[in-house]
């Protein structure tokens, strides 16, 4: 089993900053990609940025030159950066990561979430 722990949602008012985070832990050798979600009231899940395990990042339109993923390989973790928030980025956040499992990778990999952390912006 694989458990993903998100932190550092709330309440911020338009043009605020918040940072997420997401540890990942459990039973895994590695860890591929990682990524944000965000799911909005009536609105399906939608990708909001991910990142590799060699660090390429990959954003949805919406987030570029707004919101920046990183990770620390070190720590099991990854980041969301997200600055210049507007209301329409009010949404649930969640954490996702494919991992191998601890045999290694050829034995296969899962793909797990996080519980969901909301994020609301406040015009």
């Known amino acids: 089993q694989v458990q993903l722990v998100e932190s550092g949602g709330g309440l911020v008012q338009a043009g605020g900053s918040l940072r997420l985070s997401c540890v990942v832990s459990?039973?895994?050798?590695?860890?591929?990609?990682m990524g944000w979600y965000r799911q909005a009231p009536g609105m399906q899940r939608e990708l909001v940025a991910d990142?590799?395990?060699?660090?390429?990042?990959n954003s949805a339109a919406s987030a570029k030159g707004r919101f920046t993923i990183s990770r620390d390989n070190a720590k099991n973790t990854t980041y969301l950066q997200m600055n210049s928030l507007k209301p329409e980025d009010t949404a649930v956040y969640y954490c996702?990561?494919?991992?191998?499992?601890?045999?290694?990778?050829?034995?296969?990999?899962?793909?797990?979430w996080g519980q969901g952390i909301p994020v609301t912006v406040s015009s």
């Open positions: 996702h990561a494919i991992t191998s499992s601890p045999l290694g990778p050829k034995f296969g990999f899962e793909s797990s």
């Open positions: 459990g039973n895994m050798l590695s860890i591929g990609t």
């Open positions: 990142i590799s395990s060699g660090g390429r990042t």
